[in-house]
């Protein structure tokens, strides 16, 4: 569980990342340049703690699934950006896509982190 908490902290980041590289306006305007670049870093650091137990394509496509969706539904609450039924319809199968990954992915590489007896 503690893989799939990294990975959820890493699309937070993720999405923080991605608003603030909006509003940067070209890395011309110092404190949203400054947020994307510590956002970038910190969503590149959960995201390698948790594939450290979850395969390399589960956890990207979850990350980028929750990042996508995220930065769709916040851009479009903070900045008015459009956001259209069928725009909705494709987001809410991409949750369901991502929901159904946690469901039936579990953390396959769990047991590599417990050393074996032999010398």
């Given at each position: 569980?503690?893989?799939?908490?990294?990975?959820?902290?890493?699309a937070?980041?993720?999405?923080?990342f991605?608003?603030?590289?909006?509003?940067?306006?070209?890395?011309?305007?110092?404190?949203?340049?400054?947020?994307?670049?510590?956002?970038?870093?910190?969503?590149?650091?959960?995201?390698?703690?948790?594939?450290k137990?979850?395969?390399?394509?589960?956890?990207?496509?979850?990350?980028?699934?929750?990042?996508?969706?995220?930065?769709?539904?916040?851009g479009?609450?903070?900045?008015?950006?459009?956001?259209?039924?069928?725009?909705?319809?494709?987001?809410?199968?991409?949750?369901?896509?991502?929901?159904?990954?946690?469901?039936?992915?579990?953390?396959?590489?769990?047991?590599e982190?417990?050393?074996?007896?032999?010398?």
């Amino acid at each position: 569980m503690r893989a799939w908490s990294a990975l959820l902290v890493a699309a937070v980041f993720e999405i923080v990342f991605t608003l603030s590289t909006g509003q940067s306006k070209g890395f011309t305007l110092l404190v949203p340049s400054l947020i994307t670049v510590v956002s970038a870093a910190c969503a590149t650091i959960f995201l390698s703690v948790a594939l450290k137990n979850l395969d390399v394509g589960i956890g990207y496509v979850v990350w980028t699934g929750i990042g996508s969706v995220g930065t769709v539904v916040f851009g479009s609450v903070l900045f008015g950006e459009s956001l259209t039924f069928f725009k909705g319809v494709c987001f809410a199968a991409i949750i369901g896509g991502v929901i159904g990954l946690k469901l039936t992915s579990g953390e396959p590489r769990a047991a590599e982190g417990v050393p074996d007896s032999a010398p």
